[in-house]
């Protein structure tokens, strides 16, 4: 029978892939059914012998280059090697069309697909019944403003660091129905948790039906104190729903114990899942104030709960056994570790690069932090810094303009690619000088 091994073994496929992809077949031989020529994961014990040994086994995982430094979770992350052999794995098993159930086929959107949603809820904190897998943050908070049962004049209350993922839906329905969008502004940076919540409350009216806020902040990783929020929300009558996509994989996350209503991610990012895994988390309690916006059968049945928003129609299965497969490698690992990790190491990138005389938007409270500092760095243009980096040294950032960075410290960072990236930034603004 022809399967990846015997496949990749051919002498003709070997000769032809490897004599113009070296590199990428030997890191597709990582692949082997056996998992001969995969890394294997450190043994927990050597955190505790030797903590930066620890994390440069862990970096084997990741196809990046070693040559490459990325500075850029906060957009996409890297999926290890065991999450994509379980995609691999998924399409192998599922596409023999061989399911014990006849009407039962490999196209997520329309089963309980239990067997990834547990694993998941277990992870963030929150039962089955009130989680739904979509393919990203975008397309849950679409749900949320789409179908929320709202009428022209009520007012939902963003801050002005919102991604357009989750601004722009509301901004669709403001201009289709009527809603009011309302920004608070947030500080850069803000001092403690007091300052956030003092603005929010004094952007409140009578109008206001719901408040939509990053968990993390796309544009300066700022770690909203969402359960207070969500305390002030309540005591006013207020829904919250909060767009998380930074925060699965980042730092520990139980949903229940932050006491919002509605909450989406995109595991993609920190969680290294697949690109297009998502969830929606909704209340059991509110899921009859929001409209599918997207149906097919089962969208009129209370039973279903919040399974009912993932019955999208057909979508990729082995998406989600790379899903289930991120959860365990995160779970491995262990969140405490790398949400230490996280912070450590953010936390040193920010204050060598406020020495170099970087202005900080990343707040100095450490509760309102975590694996993103952002600073301004004029008179050096971030796109042209971008570029430089990327075309000349392998160094991948992301920030805004003029001249803000925003860079991401994934835990499978080593200190020699800070010190690289540090090293050419020094090299960069001495020419802007």
Not at 74 to 98: H, I, W
Not at 207 to 233: C, D, Q, Y
């Amino acid at each position: 029978m022809l399967n990846r091994r015997n496949f990749l073994s051919t002498a003709a496929a070997v000769a032809a892939f490897a004599a113009f992809q070296p590199e990428a077949f030997a890191r597709m031989e990582m692949l082997a059914a056996d998992g001969s020529s995969r890394p294997k994961m450190p043994p927990r014990s050597l955190y505790d012998q030797n903590e930066e040994a620890y994390w440069a086994e862990i970096r084997k995982q990741f196809l990046i280059p070693d040559d490459e430094v990325y500075l850029n979770n906060g957009t996409v992350g890297s999926s290890p090697l065991p999450v994509l052999q379980a995609v691999f794995d998924g399409f192998y098993e599922t596409e023999k069309m061989a399911q014990k159930n006849p009407e039962e086929y490999p196209i997520w959107g329309y089963e309980p697909y239990t067997e990834f949603r547990d694993p998941l809820a277990g992870f963030i904190g929150v039962n089955r019944d009130e989680l739904a897998l979509l393919r990203n943050a975008t397309e849950a908070n679409s749900y949320i403003a789409n179908g929320l049962e709202m009428k022209a004049g009520d007012e939902v209350l963003m801050s002005d660091q919102e991604h357009p993922g989750g601004e722009q839906p509301w901004n669709l329905r403001a201009k289709r129905y009527g809603v009011v969008v309302k920004k608070f502004i947030l500080p850069k940076p803000p001092k403690n948790a007091g300052e956030i919540l003092n603005v929010i409350n004094d952007a409140i009216t009578p109008r206001t039906l719901i408040i939509f806020t990053s968990h993390i902040s796309t544009a300066t990783g700022l770690v909203m104190p969402v359960k207070e929020i969500s305390a002030l929300a309540r005591s006013k009558g207020i829904l919250t729903a909060i767009d998380g996509a930074h925060v699965p994989g980042m730092m520990r996350l139980n949903i229940h114990e932050l006491g919002c209503d509605m909450y989406t991610a995109s595991p993609h990012k920190w969680l290294q899942a697949p690109k297009g895994s998502g969830f929606l988390f909704m209340r059991e309690d509110v899921m009859d104030r929001v409209w599918n916006t997207i149906v097919t059968h089962g969208w009129d049945d209370p039973k279903l709960k919040a399974e009912r928003f993932q019955h999208i129609g057909s979508s990729n299965v082995p998406l989600l056994w790379g899903l289930r497969a991120s959860i365990q490698f995160a779970n491995e690992i262990g969140m405490d570790r790398i949400e230490k990790r996280h912070r450590k190491m953010a936390d040193h990138l920010h204050a060598e690069m406020v020495k170099r005389g970087a202005e900080s938007w990343t707040s100095p409270d450490p509760t309102l932090r975590c694996a993103i500092a952002t600073v301004n760095v004029p008179p050096v243009k971030r796109m042209d810094l971008e570029n430089w980096l990327w075309s000349n040294h392998k160094i991948r950032i992301r920030g805004g303009e003029p001249s803000k960075l925003r860079l991401s410290t994934p835990y499978f960072l080593l200190p020699r690619d800070v010190n690289r990236f540090l090293e050419k930034f020094d090299e960069y603004k001495k020419t802007v000088a």
